[in-house]
């Protein structure tokens, strides 16, 4: 059954559970699942839903792929499920949705407005053994993280049947995806590849070398370093490669701080996120206060702490913030240097002009997840003391070079620095034209592995 094997494998699809570390860490230690038992009870539940539509009704209605002809028939969607999505999405999709009246913009991954959720569950349900037997082969590790995220394996088969149903008879002119590596959002991009719809990819944030292959028609990049871990240890890159530079970073750099040299904002900016521990982090946060009586911190959280948050003093000198509730400009806004464990975050502050150092605020092994500190963009601190000593003389820090930024965003200090929105957009209104591109910009070309990968040289 080609919706099982391959590389619509339920394993393949969901590789980067097992790979990327940050999943792992946010299972609770408690969490000891037993594979059978968990999948019974989603046995159970699948069918007490399907019976459900039965009973009133519904169930004919909601397993047609009619239902959801409107978002996909000829549209050019944007298909953006997390908030980190859309902003990166937004200023292409303000100038396109001007100019093309087909234009759809979706936010929800898994819903009656996607997919018919209960066709995808009939066909999961009936694909439970084969999803058994291929997760008993997992370690015990591994079947931890599994069960832990059930609902993505059990899906699995159910969502790629269903968009082979559904793109097979309403083709989209072209999809716009921000996110590769969820399952339900890599079953429509590989869905796409094997019909023959376009697809764009649009990065939303810096990866790690466990995102999985890039099987786009194009794919707009932040720099070399993206490229690299999207062909790290064999991996091909498929389609169209641009190292554009960070479309998300295009209003922070065209507001970034000049160079300064001293205290502004008398503030210190620490993020957070699930990597951390309270107490670690609680600890540094005091240490700054009585250290420096003269400065504030605010803390950022990410947005999945939001309703978890660290409790990290009552000080009317410690501000809490959360990455839901507030622009990131405005949080660069307040501080004047940046601290945080791994963290995409650390990109965001450089291109915005603020001094940024990673720091362990967790009780675990120091991670690197993006390479800031292996390429120097993010100076790596080990110790209060080595931190205290850098608050003291904050004049004499260095940012990093425009070298090494631009192996996280190629369009740093070049000519169409804040406009990669605007480029992606002529794109898209161009009919995805490669000669438009290439006749406006100049466009260097190379060839990495058969792939094409072009950047603009100025």
């Known amino acids: 059954m080609k919706y099982l094997s391959g590389k619509y494998s339920v394993i393949s699809m969901n590789e980067i559970l097992f790979k990327s570390y940050g999943y792992e860490i946010i299972i609770p230690d408690s969490f000891n699942p037993?594979?059978?038992?968990?999948?019974?009870?989603?046995?159970?539940?699948?069918?007490?839903?399907?019976l459900s539509s039965v009973k009133r009704g519904t169930f004919l209605r909601r397993i047609n792929i009619r239902s959801v002809k409107d978002l996909y028939d000829g549209a050019i969607l944007f298909f953006l499920p997390t908030l980190n999505n859309q902003r990166a999405l937004q200023g292409v999709y303000d100038i396109v949705s001007k100019k093309r009246n087909n234009i759809k913009w979706q936010t929800k991954a898994f819903s009656d407005e996607t997919v018919p959720t209960i066709l995808v569950k009939v066909v999961s349900l009936l694909c439970?053994?084969?999803?058994?037997?291929?997760?008993?082969?997992?370690?015990?590790?591994?079947?931890?993280?599994?069960?832990?995220?059930i609902d993505y394996f059990i899906d699995c088969p159910g969502t790629i049947y269903s968009y082979f149903k559904i793109l097979n008879k309403y083709k989209p002119e072209c999809v716009i995806l921000s996110n590769d590596h969820i399952m339900y959002m890599k079953a429509l991009e590989l869905v796409c590849e094997d019909l023959g719809i376009p697809t764009i990819y649009v990065q939303h944030?810096?990866?790690?070398?466990?995102?999985?292959?890039?099987?786009?028609?194009y794919s707009f990049l932040d720099g070399k370093d993206t490229l690299d871990k999207y062909t790290y240890n064999g991996k091909k890159a498929y389609g169209n490669i641009f190292l554009l530079g960070a479309v998300r970073y295009d209003s922070l750099s065209v507001t970034a701080r000049k160079e300064t040299g001293s205290f502004v904002?008398?503030?210190?900016?620490?993020?957070?996120?699930?990597?951390?521990?309270?107490?670690?982090?609680?600890?540094?946060?005091?240490?700054?206060?009585?250290d420096f009586p003269s400065l504030?911190?605010?803390?950022?959280?990410?947005?999945?702490?939001?309703?978890?948050?660290?409790?990290?003093g009552d000080s009317n000198r410690l501000v809490y913030t959360c990455a839901t509730d507030e622009p990131i400009q405005f949080f660069f806004n307040d501080i004047d240097l940046l601290i945080s464990n791994d963290s995409g975050i650390h990109l965001d502050a450089t291109i915005s002009g603020i001094k940024t150092y990673q720091y362990n605020f967790s009780t675990a092994k120091g991670l690197d997840n993006y390479?800031?500190?292996?390429?120097?963009?993010?100076?790596?601190?080990?110790?209060?003391?080595?931190?205290?000593?850098?608050?003291?003389?904050?004049?004499?820090?260095?940012?990093?070079?425009?070298?090494?930024?631009r192996l996280y965003d190629e369009s740093h200090n070049k000519s169409y620095q804040g406009k990669c929105h605007e480029i992606i957009a002529d794109f898209i209104l161009n009919d995805y034209s490669l000669d438009f591109l290439n006749n406006k910009y100049r466009l260097d070309r190379a060839v990495v592995d058969g792939t094409n990968v072009f950047k603009i040289p100025y």
């Open 34 to 50: 037993q594979l059978k038992i968990v999948l019974i009870k989603k046995a159970k539940r699948l069918i007490r839903q399907i």
């Open 128 to 149: 439970l053994p084969i999803i058994y037997y291929k997760l008993k082969k997992l370690s015990v590790k591994e079947q931890r993280i599994a069960c832990y995220f």
């Open 205 to 217: 944030a810096s990866v790690s070398n466990a995102f999985p292959e890039l099987h786009f028609k």
């Open 265 to 290: 904002h008398n503030c210190i900016g620490i993020g957070i996120n699930l990597l951390d521990d309270e107490n670690v982090t609680k600890a540094f946060c005091k240490l700054i206060l009585d």
């Open 296 to 312: 504030k911190i605010k803390v950022r959280s990410h947005p999945a702490l939001k309703n978890n948050p660290f409790n990290l």
């Open 371 to 405: 390479s800031y500190v292996k390429n120097g963009l993010v100076r790596k601190v080990e110790s209060w003391e080595e931190m205290k000593t850098i608050i003291t003389n904050f004049e004499n820090e260095k940012f990093p070079s425009d070298e090494i930024v």
